[in-house]
């Protein structure tokens, strides 16, 4: 009979403790929950790291603290009523297993084991402008999208969808394409590692160069040269007549002085 007793009892403690696994990107929030009833009123938490031998965050009669660690000053927040433990702006070093015991009024303890795995996100690609210009054939764009991270994957779309090529080549993807489209493009760069991914967006477009085009410009750049050509010769023109028109008068004039000085 005290053999079974002592069995329940162990058992019962057992079911005390329970253990989960929570996964949050770095630099986010997460919310680790204490495993509360609803209803239950907590009069004793106790968060901590390092097998249970380092407070955290703590509730004791009444008073909370969360400024017990170095490490997470200012980062915690605890809920009295929950008993749950908020981490903000998660980093590596908060990877770790955290431990919670909480108290209630019946005096019935439970405690709970959660680990912590902070991963971490695919920094975004950047897109680069190579060239971007209008032809008689059309818009030629071309960009690179490249990323800082190591052996990543790339990949293209573009919208509306459109004739491209693209390769990849020393950690960069580079994309061609020639559109008779005169609306802009719109580019994304995807970027995949493992099971992460990022992306970044890109818009470009240009004038597009057509028959229409070109003969609009001809109207009008034609007609500008020849009165610019005429503008210089009809230029010349006046200078040439001034310059007659001068020589003129100073002959007149020296005449003049001439015959003034012969006469007696």
Known sequence: MRLLTLLVLVLHAVQMETQEKVSAYAGENVTLASGAKNGQSLVRIEWSVYGNTTWIATLHNGFV????????????????????????????????????????????????????????????PTIEKIDISATQEGCFIALNCSSSEKDVNFSWQVSPPSMASWSTKNGSSYIFVLTNSKQGL??????????????????AGCDVFTEELSHLRNRFIIPFYIGIVLGILITSVLIFCCKIVICNWRGRQNLKREAAVSSP
């Open 186 to 203: 719109l580019f994304t760069c995807n970027s995949t590692k493992g099971d992460k991914s990022a992306h970044q967006d890109f818009s």
């Open 65 to 124: 603290n969360t400024d017990r660690h170095d490490q997470f000053q200012k980062r915690l927040a605890l809920n009295t009523r929950s008993g749950d433990l908020t981490i903000y702006h998660l980093t590596s070093k908060d990877a770790m297993t955290y431990t919670v015991e909480i108290i209630d009024s019946n005096g019935e303890d439970n405690r709970k084991k959660i680990e912590l795995e902070v991963k971490q996100r695919l920094q975004v």
